[in-house]
Antibody, heavy 121, light 110 residues
Framework: EVQLVESGGGLVQPGGSLRLSCAAS????????MNWVRQAPGKGLEWVSY????????YYADSVKGRFTISRDNAKNSLYLQMNSLRDEDTAVYYC??????????????WGQGTLVTVSS | QSVLTQPPSVSAAPGQKVTISCSGS????????VSWYQQLPGTAPKLLIY???NRPSGIPDRFSGSKSGTSATLGITGLQTGDEANYYC???????????FGGGTKLTVL
């Protein structure tokens, strides 16, 4: 069974840092591209970042470029999101999501349960 | 404000059909595939449609997708109360280097 479990969320002050983790199991993690998607309270989905299976290709949304860093450790079946210079508007539930293999669209077939990041003083 | 435009809400009676539109531009929908998601309250999104009109295994054929030019449409037939949810369209943006979602549409089954 495919499972994605996020951790690392919590309350942080503006300007602070946080590192999210996503533990993957039940599939060959090293073969799949992965993404982070967030959802502010009561709002819609916002794509945050993408990393290819070998980490050779990485993309970021303009809203987080220069502040967030996506990475992965295929030996540990884990995906990470290092978030620096956090702002109030980064408050959201953060989901890790697996790319749907072979799709050409923004298609994510498995999602974690999400981890809440709250940026507030 | 989202790059892709969806109606905030739609409604229909049980058993009826509903369509949800997603409008973009040549820099996103016009040159890329579209996907659709269903998000039930308090849960993670679920992939319904990928590559414009394909359903992952396990998604009933009551759900369908189409694309024309810079717009896409999700269709749901035989509406059930369990279909009440928020629905989102998504696609890659210009240069395939950034993903974009629509603002979401809340479906009410009356």
């Amino acid at each position: 069974e495919v499972q994605l479990v996020e951790s690392g969320g919590g309350l942080v002050q503006p300007g602070g840092s946080l590192r999210l983790s996503c533990a993957a199991s039940g599939f060959m993690f090293s073969s799949y591209s992965m993404n982070w998607v967030r959802q502010a309270p009561g709002k819609g989905l916002e794509w945050v970042s993408y990393i290819s299976s070998s980490s050779s290709t990485i993309y970021y949304a303009d809203s987080v470029k220069g502040r967030f860093t996506i990475s992965r450790d295929n030996a540990k079946n884990s995906l990470y999101l290092q978030m620096n210079s956090l702002r109030d508007e980064d408050t959201a539930v953060y989901y890790c999501a697996r790319d749907y293999y072979g799709s050409g669209s923004l298609a994510f077939d498995y999602w974690g349960q999400g981890t809440l990041v709250t940026v507030s003083s | 404000q989202s790059v892709l435009t969806q109606p905030p809400s739609v409604s229909a009676a049980p058993g009826q059909k509903v369509t949800i539109s997603c409008s973009g531009s040549s820099s996103n929908i016009g040159n890329n595939y579209v996907s659709w998601y269903q998000q039930l309250p308090g849960t993670a999104p679920k992939l319904l449609i990928y590559d414009n009109n394909n359903r992952p295994s396990g998604i009933p054929d009551r759900f369908s997708g189409s694309k024309s030019g810079t717009s896409a449409t999700l269709g749901i037939t035989g509406l059930q109360t369990g279909d009440e949810a928020n629905y989102y369209c998504g696609t890659w943006g210009s240069s395939l280097s950034a993903g974009v979602f629509g603002g979401g549409t809340k479906l009410t089954v009356l």
